[in-house]
C-alpha cells in the first residue's frame, strides 16, 4: 500500500485532472477516493462523504452493489473483451435488444461508444450522411445556445458554453444558435412558459423554412444541465418534434445526462410522448460502473446505409472498445436492478421531497435562483439577488461552497457558481437531507 501522502505527492506530480486549473489543484488539499458502499464514498485517509453528485451524474443504484458486481464478476471469468467490428459479443447483444425494449417507439437500433461525447460525435456522423447517402447534400445543424454535448470537436460545435468552447471556434463546423430556452424566458417573461415556448419554436420555424440544408435539430432533453441546469419550457421538445418532420430534417436528442431515471422516468423524451431520430445515451447506463454509451436509431436511419459493399454506403465509423463486453454486461444488470428495486416507483416520493426542501433555498439571500427537473436539481449563486449581480468568476464561490459541504461530510462538483445536486436515485430521505442541510448551511456562510 502507497500511503495517502505519497500518494497525494504523485498524484500532483504526474496526474493531468480533466476540467481542472492544476495551478489552484497542486495548492489545495484534494480528495482521492479509494472504496465506496451504496451513496457513500471513502477517501484515502478513511474520511466518509456522500456522492451527491453521482461521481459525475453517472452512479445511479450506489457503488459497490451486489448485483452488479455479480454481473461483472461473472462477464470477467468469460472474457473482458471482444470486438464487434464485423463480430459480435452475448451482453452487447442482449443489452441493444432491451435499450429497444425500453426507449420511446421507432428507436430500433443501437450503436455503442464509450462515452456521452461519442453518442453524439455518431448522431452527428449519422446524420449527415443520411442525407448524403439518400444523394441529398446538406450541412448545417441547428442547436442551442448553452448546449453542452461533450468535449469531441463535433460535439463541441454542435455546443454553446463560451466559457469551454470559445477558445475553439475556428476549429468547428457551422451551426445555427438559437437563444438558450431558459435564459430566453427568464430575460423575457421571468421564467419559462407557454408564450415563450411558442416564441422559441416560432424562431425555430422560421430558420426551417428558410433552410433546406438543415441537417438535424440537435438539443439536450428537457434540460441543459452543464449550463448551470436550465429546464426547458415544458412541452418545447415536443414541439421541436413537431417541427422537425413537418420540415422533413432529423432531430437528435441528447439523453446523457436525463436518461436512466433522473428525470423521473427511465428517458425524459416518454414525458413528452417524443421519440427523435437519434437519442444519444451514456453516464448512468451502467449504473455509473464503466464508460459506455449508445446512439439509437431508427429503421429510417438505418436503411439508408443498407447497400452492396461496393456502393459504400456503410458507416465507416467505430472504437477499439465498441460494445464493450465488460460494460454490456454490467449495463444489462443495471436494468434489471431498476426492475428488481423498483428504482423509478421509489424515486417519485423523493422527487417530492426534494422540491419541497428546494423551497426553504429562497430563504437564503445569496440564492438568486432555484431550478430543478425531476431529480436534478442547480442553486444559483449571486451577490445580489434584487441587482441580478454576479459573484465574479475568479472568487470561485461555487467551489467554496462545496468545500464547506465537505467538512460536512457532503460531496458536490458545482458548475460555476450554480450548485448542482444529482444524487443516486437509490439515496434515502434520510441522506438527502443530510445533503440538503450541508448545502443550506454552507451557503448561508457566504
Ligand atoms: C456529460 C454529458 C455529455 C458528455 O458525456 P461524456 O461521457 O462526458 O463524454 C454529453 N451530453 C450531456 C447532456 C452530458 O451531460
Known sequence: MVDPVTLEKWDKEY????????KVYREEENLIFERGEGVYIYDVKGRKFIDAISSLWCNVHGHNHPELN?????????????????????????LAKKLVEISPKGLQKVFYSEDGAEA????????????????????????????????????VSVGGINLFHGTYKDLLFETIKLPSPYLFCKEKYGKPCDECKEELLFMLESVLQSREDVVA????????????????????????????????????????????GRTGTMFYCEQEGVSPDFMCLGKGITGGYLPLAATLTTDRVFDAFLGEF?????FYHGHTYTGNNLACAVALANLEVFEKEKTLQNLQPKIKHLTQRL???????????VRQLGFMAGIELVKDREKG???????????????????KGVFLRPLGDVMVLMMPLVISIKDMDRVLDALKFSISQL
Open 70 to 94: 455479480r454481473a461483472l464478476i461473472q462477464q470477467l471469468e468469460k472474457v473482458a473483451h471482444t470486438t464487434t467490428l464485423g463480430s459480435s459479443n452475448v451482453p452487447a447483444i442482449l
Open 359 to 369: 423551497e426553504e433555498f429562497w430563504e437564503l439571500p445569496k440564492v438568486g435562483d
Open 217 to 260: 435539430v440537435s438539443l439536450e432533453a428537457g434540460i441543459q444541465a452543464a449550463a448551470g441546469m436550465l429546464p426547458f419550457p415544458k412541452g418545447f421538445l415536443k414541439g421541436v418534434r413537431e417541427l422537425t418532420e413537418k420540415y422533413n430534417t432529423l432531430m437528435i436528442v441528447d439523453e446523457v445526462a436525463t436518461g436512466f
Open 389 to 407: 449581480e454576479k459573484f465574479p468568476y475568479g472568487e470561485r464561490t461555487g467551489f467554496k461552497v462545496a468545500y464547506k459541504c465537505r467538512e
Open 120 to 155: 453524439m460525435e455518431i448522431a452527428l456522423k449519422l446524420a449527415y450522411q443520411y442525407w448524403k447517402n439518400k444523394g441529398e447534400n446538406r450541412k448545417v445543424f441547428v442547436t442551442l445556445s448553452e448546449a453542452y454535448h461533450g468535449d469531441t470537436l463535433g460535439a
Open 15 to 22: 496526474f493531468w485532472h480533466p476540467f481542472t486549473q492544476m
Open 310 to 314: 461496393g456502393e459504400l454506403k456503410h
